[in-house]
Nanobody
Framework: QLQAYGGGLVQAGGSLRLSCTAS????????IDWFRQGTGKEREGVAC????????RYTASAKGRFAISRDNAESTVFLQMNNLTADDTAVYYC????????????????????WGMGTLVTVSS
């Protein structure tokens, strides 16, 4: 199982740090993805990190503002989000992705295996 937490209400321009903690499976063997879904919108990828932590990928909306990292010893992945805007308002989900290798991740929904309950991020303008 995966559990995402750390969401909340923040003003535009502020920062939040989301965490995703895994249990019940060997999370160190999986890439971890962050997705989000705003009200009335489709789920979209945000960022991912390879199982080794050496590879990361960001979508255009996240690049330069968000940073993903992981602590395999703690089975936890972090998403540091800076300079938030109202467009970042969404429920954020983490998912375990079956990796192609230890240094890649794809943000491909088809490759995800485990999902956590989301955490709501609300950015007030």
């Amino acid at each position: 199982q995966l559990q995402a937490y750390g969401g909340g209400l923040v003003q535009a321009g502020g920062s939040l740090r989301l965490s995703c903690t895994a249990s019940g499976f060997r999370s160190g063997l999986y890439a971890i993805d962050w997705f989000r879904q705003g009200t009335g919108k489709e789920r979209e990828g945000v960022a991912c990190i390879s199982s080794s932590g050496s590879g990361t990928r960001y979508t255009a909306s996240a690049k330069g503002r968000f940073a993903i990292s992981r602590d395999n010893a703690e089975s936890t992945v972090f998403l540091q989000m800076n300079n938030l805007t109202a467009d970042d308002t969404a429920v954020y989900y983490c998912a375990a992705e079956i990796p192609l290798n230890t240094s890649l991740c794809s943000l491909n929904l088809i490759r995800t295996k485990y999902w956590g309950m989301g955490t709501l991020v609300t950015v007030s303008s």
